[in-house]
């Protein structure tokens, strides 16, 4: 059983183990060795992080965790420009967990709760991008009502990959019904 909970700086450190694995784990085929190395350091550096969960205006991380233990995350960024769209709404940038948590059902959960705080907070669609080479993420996107709706480039210092772009409208959050005052 997972526990999802929101992140703040002092997940620093967990943040940056947990993504350093997870990206590792799924992504390390397409840099090399030096190229990857870079990259983890840029976008898991602790200031990088600590900036980003200070301003929760922007942004939100979300952890998911297994007994205390870290086995991924999520990180949604607000009310962001849809490429290839005039819309804009809530970007899943991130959401990596370890491979050896797949096929639990961990993934479709931490992505229904990200879908349902974007729409509380009053997003309406939630996109991402995925590699184009990534048919398996792209597959358990498009089972949660994620559709294509256009692409990005995307290179590493291998090769040029492509991104596919992937967005679904959101419902609006439910306001509280109004009672009725009793008739004197």
Not at 162 to 177: E, F, H, N, S, T
């Amino acid at each position: 059983m997972i526990t999802i909970r929101e992140a703040d700086t002092r997940d620093i450190q967990l943040l940056q183990a947990i993504g350093c694995a997870t990206y590792r784990e799924h992504f390390s085929s397409i840099w090399s060795s030096a190229g990857l190395q870079q990259f983890l350091n840029q976008d898991f550096a602790p200031e990088h992080l600590a900036q980003s969960l200070d301003a929760r205006h922007s942004h939100l991380w979300l952890l998911a965790l297994d007994a205390q233990q870290p086995i991924g995350f999520a990180k949604l960024n607000w009310r962001r420009p849809v490429p290839g769209s005039e819309a804009s709404g809530a970007e899943l940038q991130k959401i990596y967990l370890l491979k050896s948590q797949a096929g639990k059902g961990y993934g479709r959960r931490l992505l229904q709760h990200v879908l349902q705080r974007a729409s509380d907070a009053g997003e309406t669609c939630l996109w991402l991008d995925v590699l184009k080479s990534n048919s398996g993420a792209r597959r358990f996107y498009e089972s949660a009502g994620l559709r294509q709706i256009s692409e990005v480039p995307f290179n590493t210092d291998l090769e040029q990959i492509g991104m596919w772009v992937m967005a679904r409208d959101l419902p609006l959050p439910k306001q509280p019904q109004a009672t009725k005052d009793p008739a004197p």
